[in-house]
């Protein structure tokens, strides 16, 4: 659920609107991408269109005027300024493509204003409004080879070598990538030399994880360690990238002892994992910092998935009085609360949830490539035609880019933890206090009595920042919440020294988050800096940093990264 894509930037539908959640309840559910599915979509959109002539004949009638305004070079259509897909001069300077750019343009306004504009009910509109959306972004002009001016500037300009490239790279997706295609470069990357390259040790390993223990950067260090929860269907390694967006690298600079989980990558045999059995190894891996760093409490940390699985471990050790363990909570882009609201027809997502279940019921786990998928159909012009163009149109190699990497070295989803999320999100157990419980103890999130940090992004199309700030209400402590400008990933990896980072602040937590969110205040740079002072103050003494890994009983295994975060 919270796992997870990639953030180039965001198209508007990352708002937090209806077209957000729209687009989020079918990540939620993890569907993925059935041609059937799409076909019979696309079949009702036509059904319903003619079942509207006049509202049809009246869109047709507007669309026919505005195409003759183009034939006779008088329409005054432009793509929006931050639309990246027509950025050749080309588009405006030679009359043939800016006649099919606008073209295209009064189209595809004139579909998704039909759409909008029918007499059908909630449901109804916003299945077809996300057909309309995908016939958008796929039929944009450019998209194909003979009507981007940027494919004969690339093929005059390789002497045709741009076009065996484009060839080659599509029957290779065709065949190793199931036609979508590749978003990165993977031959330049290696684990363990220049991504999630932080020096450390394996000092416990299970069958469910393996926990990393990285070596100071400080010559003392605070006494009250950091544990790192990350989500189950991506590696753990979102923290820890190239050394330059490393916030662990970052917070061992400043003084923090940094420990991170790397779940294993499950099979159909642990398809009864539930998130229980992650709660209890979360616990278990509390035990184990602890045991290392003197009994110390432990500073608990979690993003998407894995700060639910970070929170819920919290709520459930103090329901088992065992709050002590832990001196605060830090959750990025994480949810507790359901993004759906009314807006949403129940039949419909009852019927996504129930073909999700079916789905990794039958296989025993979800596989994290379709979740991936899935997550780029829902920005189709960010992430599939988008490298359709620089992979197939231009023949360019796709991008050496580490956090597009990281989104594709995914991990797969236990069948019984796929279940507990959709339920837990579906009803929203979280949020009613007596509705989830996990051996017994009911989990509860209001009984948590740690202070808490928590991060957003304004972007975000995967935890809506909407939701994020909402799950930050339902803790009863001190709360610090912060809203990056970015998207799900980028808003986590924000290091300090770029100026074009914003994040956005407002100590005034009793508001709603749009009246939150006109009151706060622009900051200039990275949070990681509020972050590590937060840390310092929830922390304990400087002691004098270790000298080896683990302890007498907790012995260094391996170096780090580990076994588990090089399954495939």
């Known amino acids: 659920m919270n796992a997870i894509a990639i953030d180039t930037e965001m198209t508007r539908a990352s708002d937090g609107s209806p077209r957000a959640l729209r687009d989020l309840n079918g990540a939620q559910a993890f569907v993925g991408s059935r041609w059937g599915e799409a076909l019979s979509s696309g079949a009702e959109l036509l059904r319903v269109l003619a079942l509207h002539p006049i509202a049809l004949a009246r869109a047709q009638a507007s669309l026919s005027l505005e195409m003759t305004r183009i034939a006779l070079g008088r329409s005054r259509l432009r793509p929006a300024p931050d639309d990246r897909r027509f950025t050749h001069p080309a588009w405006q300077e030679n009359p043939a493509f800016r006649r099919l750019l606008q073209g295209y343009l009064a189209w595809s306004s004139a579909l998704l204003e039909l759409v909008h504009g029918l007499r059908i009910g909630a449901d109804q509109r916003r299945r077809l409004l996300f057909v309309a959306e995908h016939l958008v972004a796929a039929g944009a002009p450019s998209n194909l080879f003979v009507t981007h001016p940027g494919f004969y500037d690339a093929a005059a300009h390789t002497r045709g070598v741009s076009i065996i490239r484009g060839i080659r790279h599509l029957l290779e997706d065709i065949r190793t990538n199931r036609g979508l295609p590749r978003q990165v470069d993977a031959s330049a990357f290696r684990l363990g030399r220049n991504i999630a390259a932080t020096e450390g040790a394996i000092v416990y390993r299970n069958e469910i994880f393996e926990l990393i ?12 360690p950091v544990l790192f929860c990350p989500p189950q ?25 940094m420990f991170a989980i790397s779940w294993r990558n499950p099979t159909a045999t642990q398809s009864d994992w539930d998130l229980g059995a992650y709660v209890r190894a979360t616990a278990e891996a509390i035990d184990i910092v602890r045991a290392i760093c003197g009994e110390q409490p432990v500073k608990l940390m979690g993003a998407c998935a894995g700060g639910l699985t970070a929170a819920v471990t919290l709520a459930w050790l103090a329901g088992r009085g065992e709050q002590e363990k832990v001196s605060c909570l830090s959750l990025f882009v994480t949810m507790l609360d359901s993004p759906r609201s009314r807006r949403l027809a129940r039949v419909a997502d009852d019927a996504a949830v129930t073909a999700a279940l079916a789905r990794s019921r039958f296989s025993g786990v979800l596989d994290g490539a379709d979740m991936a998928r899935t997550f780029a159909w829902l920005r189709p012009n960010d992430l599939i035609w988008h490298f359709v163009v620089n992979n197939y149109v231009l023949g360019n190699e796709p991008p050496a880019f580490d956090v597009l990497y990281w989104n594709t070295d995914t991990t797969r989803l236990p069948a019984a933890l796929h279940a507990d999320l959709l339920m837990i999100y579906r009803r929203n157990r979280l949020r009613r206090g007596s509705d989830y419980a996990i051996d017994g103890v009911n989990i509860d999130i209001a009984a948590i009595d740690r202070d808490v940090f928590v991060v957003a992004g304004a972007r975000d199309h995967i935890t809506p920042w909407q939701a994020c700030y909402r799950s930050m209400q339902m ?13 799900h990933v980028q808003s986590i990896l924000c290091p300090p020294g770029d100026d074009s980072t914003r994040f956005y602040v407002n100590d005034d937590y009793s508001l ?17 800096p509020a972050w590590v002072r937060w840390a310092q103050c929830h922390g304990g003494e400087h002691v004098e940093a270790p000298i080896v890994y683990g302890n007498e009983t907790h012995e260094a295994l391996d170096p780090a990264p580990g076994r588990y975060v090089r399954q495939v």
């Open 213 to 224: 223990q990285y070596s100071p950067r400080t010559a003392e260090v605070d006494a009250q």
């Open 233 to 257: 269907i991506n590696k753990y390694y979102v923290i820890d990238l190239s050394p330059e967006k490393s916030f662990v690298r970052h917070a061992l600079e400043a003084g923090q002892q």
């Open 475 to 487: 803790f009863r402590t001190n709360m610090r919440f912060v809203l990056g400008s970015a998207g």
């Open 512 to 528: 709603d988050p749009a009246a939150w969110r006109r009151g706060a205040r622009e900051q200039k740079g990275s949070w990681w």
